[in-house]
Every structure is written in C-alpha cells, then in structure tokens.
Nanobody, 127 residues
Framework: QLQLVESGGGLVQPGGSLRLSCVAS????????IGWFRQAPGKEREGVSC?????????DYADSVKGRFTISRDSAKKTVYLQMNSLKVEDTAVYFC???????????????????WGQGTQVTVSS
C-alpha cells in the first residue's frame, strides 16, 4: 500500500510562488508516475503535471502552467515537488498528488490509471 501526503499550500498574491510537496510512504517501494492535479470549486479535476519514477524521469505539464510550474523528484526522500511561480488567480484550487503504480507519465492531462491519492492542499491566489 501507499500513502501520499501533500503540503505547502497557502495564500499568495498574484505573481507569487509556492512549493508543494508530495511525500509517499508505505509498503510499496516504487511507482510508475506521480501526478499533480487541481480542482477549483464548481470545476472538474484537471491534470497539472506528472513525472515518471523511471530512469528517464519524463515530465509533462498542462499548457496553462508551462513555463511557470516545475515538477521534480527526490527519490531518496520519496518526495515529489511542484514549484509554482508567477501564480495567477486562476491557479486557485485544491491541489492533489496521485501515484500510478503501473504506468509512466506521458500526458499531464491524463487522470485515469492512478491508484493512490492524497488528501489535497489548498492553494489560494488573491490580492
């Protein structure tokens, strides 16, 4: 089994930055991919970014965050990070991380195939 815990959310002004963390723990030693998702009130969940746990460390980003967000991994700590810069009001959402055991990261927009989900962390961008 695998448990995911997100942290790092908060309130920032437009143009500010936040760094989200997703820490994995449990009996499962590895996973195929970690994805970051977000859901704003009244909207469906959307994929933000993903990263593979494989040697290639492939990554992908939603068009709306390219150039502003960066996903990275610290395998020793079983932690995946999402560095969010130049935040916009429309980035406001609950951000979730999820682990896929049997597939790699190909498209950030893909939501299927994730086996474990964290509880989410709130990101609010407001002036």
């Amino acid at each position: 089994q695998l448990q995911l815990v997100e942290s790092g959310g908060g309130l920032v002004q437009p143009g500010g930055s936040l760094r989200l963390s997703c820490v994995a723990s449990g009996l499962i030693l590895d996973y195929g991919a970690i994805g970051w998702f977000r859901q704003a009130p009244g909207k469906e969940r959307e994929g933000v970014s993903c990263i593979s746990s494989s040697r290639s460390s492939s990554t992908d980003y939603a068009d709306s965050v390219k150039g502003r967000f960066t996903i990275s991994r610290d395998s020793a700590k079983k932690t995946v990070y999402l560095q969010m810069n130049s935040l916009k009001v429309e980035d406001t959402a609950v951000y979730f991380c999820a682990a896929a055991l049997f597939r790699l990261c190909d498209r950030a927009s893909r939501t299927e195939g994730y086996d474990y989900w964290g509880q989410g962390t709130q990101v609010t961008v407001s002036s």
